[in-house]
């Protein structure tokens, strides 16, 4: 599976941006994917994961009620919707697959995607 990250930009803080997460291959469907960043200076940290079905999510506290993770497996891509973001937010977002959501959560996926970069402006 490769993955390719889109979507990153500068914002406002309080504004949105959707990232995306494109992916090859044709069994997209049966991955769970996630959404990682990483700050500058700091380890990169879990953000969402959904199931391979979209019945799933789970988010990190940091983003919850603000960040929602989803997917459509017609189109081979999981986004992450970003709404009321922070300066703290900034960092650069990596998307990433694996068979099961666990790997995902615990930061150790099959597979990753490049990174693309948000910055969030006060």
């Known amino acids: 599976v490769q993955l390719q990250a889109s979507g990153g930009g500068a914002v406002q803080a309080g504004g949105s941006l959707r990232l995306s997460c494109a992916a090859s291959?044709?069994?997209?469907?049966?991955?769970?994917m996630g959404w990682f960043r990483q700050a500058p200076g700091k380890e990169r940290e879990f953000v969402a994961v959904i199931n391979w079905s979209g019945g799933f999510t789970d988010v990190a506290a940091s983003v919850k009620g603000r960040f929602t993770i989803s997917r459509d497996n017609a189109k081979n891509t999981a986004y992450l919707q970003m709404n009321s973001l922070k300066p703290e937010d900034t960092a650069v977002y990596y998307c990433?697959?694996?068979?099961?959501?666990?790997?995902?959560?615990?930061?150790?996926?099959?597979?990753w995607g490049q990174g693309t970069l948000v910055t969030v402006s006060s």
């Open positions: 291959g044709r069994t997209f469907s049966s991955y769970c």
């Open positions: 990433a697959a694996a068979p099961d959501s666990s790997s995902i959560r615990l930061g150790v996926p099959n597979y």
